[in-house]
Nanobody
Framework: QVKLTESGGGSVQAGGSLTLSCAAS???????MAWFRQALGKEREGVAS????????DYQASVKGRFTISLDNAKNTLDLQMNDLKPADTAVYFC?????????????????????WGQGTQVTVSS
């Protein structure tokens, strides 16, 4: 059984940085992992994804150049380095894994494509 556990959320001022981490256990094959976020009153949206095989990454346009997703296959740890944070980045951030089926441009940042989720961690950016 796959289990995901996030850590690293918190509060920061605009322009600051945070790193989120997700520890994954029980994964035994190549897979896609991603970070999603959900702001209060809004739908969950994809932030960044990465494929364990070739480390291909994909980003939401609003975070390109500011966020970096990385995956340590040996440790099964997924990180999200977030720089130049903005108040609009305030949300609960979720780690997710897609352990069955292919990842492609049509599903890498789509919540329904992922079958395993962490509990979420709050990120608050003040102006």
């Amino acid at each position: 059984q796959v289990k995901l556990t996030e850590s690293g959320g918190g509060s920061v001022q605009a322009g600051g940085s945070l790193t989120l981490s997700c520890a994954a256990s029980g994964i035994q094959s190549t897979y896609c992992m991603a970070w999603f976020r959900q702001a209060l009153g809004k739908e969950r949206e994809g932030v960044a994804s990465i494929y364990s095989g070739n480390k291909f990454t994909d980003y939401q346009a609003s975070v390109k150049g500011r966020f970096t997703i990385s995956l340590d296959n040996a440790k099964n740890t997924l990180d999200l380095q977030m720089n130049d944070l903005k108040p609009a980045d305030t949300a609960v951030y979720f780690c997710a894994a897609r352990t069955q089926g292919m990842c492609h441009s049509g599903n890498r940042l789509v919540p329904t494509a992922y079958n395993t989720w962490g509990q979420g961690t709050q990120v608050t950016v003040s102006s």
